[in-house]
């Protein structure tokens, strides 16, 4: 799998605070891309790794949460692990930290969505989640005219990085 790195402030490990492991996907369907509304923030879709959870059983865990949909690793290609060095991100619980999220993105042909086999955490129904396609133009330009929302900018950024690695496959 290739890798990818970006740490713009040069963080060492031992600046490091916290550590997560984040599996993503892209599910494309002719010329469109699913994406998942959460909250003020767009994301590919997918999440965290739990605990002892190979990345392989994360993603098929995932999309089935959040699609309803069931698919196999076979119907699933690597495209690269991105690791993201990020300084000062501001957390959910209102702290601020350095941290490294190492996210393995794969990419596969969205299969549709079967909203009664969805099951999403508490966190994402009350954060409004929800999916659509989009178009990659459309898409990239709603990551440009996003919120100055820090977070968000660190999953725009994250997702921008992912598409461009996609095109150019």
């Known amino acids: 799998m290739d890798n990818l790195i970006i740490n713009d402030f040069d963080l060492e490990d031992y600046e490091i605070d916290s550590r997560k492991t984040k599996v993503r996907a892209l599910l494309i369907h002719n010329d469109k891309i699913l994406v ?3 909250g ?3 994301l590919l879709p997918g999440g965290k790794l739990d605990l002892g959870e190979t990345k392989e059983d994360a993603i098929i865990r995932e999309l089935s ?3 309803g949909i069931e698919y196999n690793l076979s119907e699933l290609k690597e495209l690269f692990l991105l690791e993201y060095y990020q300084k000062q991100y501001h957390t959910r619980h209102n702290t601020i930290e350095n941290r490294l999220i190492k996210t393995y993105f794969y990419y596969g042909h969205f299969k549709g969505i079967n909203n009664n086999n969805i ?3 508490e966190r994402e129904i009350e954060g409004n989640f929800h999916l659509e396609l989009m178009t990659f133009p459309d898409l990239q330009r709603r990551i440009i005219e996003t919120s100055n929302d820090p977070r968000d900018i ?3 950024r994250e997702m921008d990085v992912a598409i461009k690695r996609y095109l150019k496959k």
Do not use: G, H
């Open 40 to 42: 003020t923030a767009v």
């Open 65 to 67: 949460e959040e699609t």
């Open 154 to 156: 660190y999953f725009n």
């Open 119 to 121: 099951k999403l955490s």
């Open 36 to 38: 998942s509304n959460y």
